[in-house]
């Protein structure tokens, strides 16, 4: 090895994953961000109006089997959706003697890379919704319709027809962690095209790595060993609204030193938000396998 500094070069970049729910969900955008103070709106219904056959006489009354007349009639409200907008997090931290490093710039790349996670993982469990008490929604909250437990194939033709009753036809997601996701997939259950995770009938699979797979509850339950089993949820589409990523101490760079360590962190903030209606279904997927190491960090 030369004798000297090592010449120091850019790190690799970081970059986010392709199959998360960031690449699957429907991104809202335009407007001012109040929304960020809190937001409410009424769901579009997902319920079919009454068909009603051609008459040629306007002022004909249809009788059904059961004796009753209908007339025109809507689907169901779609609801009022409130919801309570978090904060995903990117950061940097090394001494303050690196005086050339790009601290925002690396705590901006980390939280762009991360952020599908960080999202994923609140969408599922509801940590800040459920420390916060508030009303957001969340797939293992416990007013999730709890369809029971199935193996693979059962288990995901259940979300299915679960989607198909509730949506009436509209599109909806599945979602479900990676080892799931891996196991449907050498089931020939999903395939991949254009970047998504799709199945037979076009539903989206989301494969979150923020996706733990635990059960409905107050809180949530998670796995005993997810080589054995872990739930899976099917909604419909999910929207998702992004604020713009501002520094956390609103550049104060006073407030970033640790000075008896003399250590800098930058931390980096943005707004989120992802919302969904119509249903919220979850079924316990049996993958049949026991034994099979997974890799947890140290």
Partial sequence: MAVGPRTRVEAPGLAPGRRGLLSAAV????????????????????????????????????????????????GESGGIVEYDPFLIIGADFCTTLDRDRDREGRARRQLLATESHQLEAEVWDGAIAYAEGNDNNYLAKDTTIDLGSAELNQAFAALEQGLAECLHGQRG?????????????????????????????????????????????????????ITLAAYAYATGMVAVRRGAINPADDGDTASRVERYRNDETVFVERPVAATWSCCTLGIEVVHGYSGIGTWAPS
């Fill in 27 to 74: 991104e809202v955008t335009g407007g001012d961000e109040r929304w960020v103070n809190g937001f409410a709106y009424e769901a579009e219904s997902c319920d079919p109006a009454q068909s009603l056959p051609i008459w040629c006489n306007p002022g004909q009354v249809w009788d059904t089997r059961g004796g009753s007349s209908y007339a025109k009639e809507p």
């Fill in 173 to 225: 997601m599945i979602h479900c962690t990676p080892y799931t996701a891996s196991l449907w997939y050498g089931q020939d259950l999903i395939r991949v095209e254009g970047g998504l995770l799709l199945s037979a009938l076009d539903t989206i699979v989301v494969a979150g790595s923020g996706y733990s797979g635990s059960a409905p509850g107050d809180p949530p339950t998670p796995p005993t060993d």
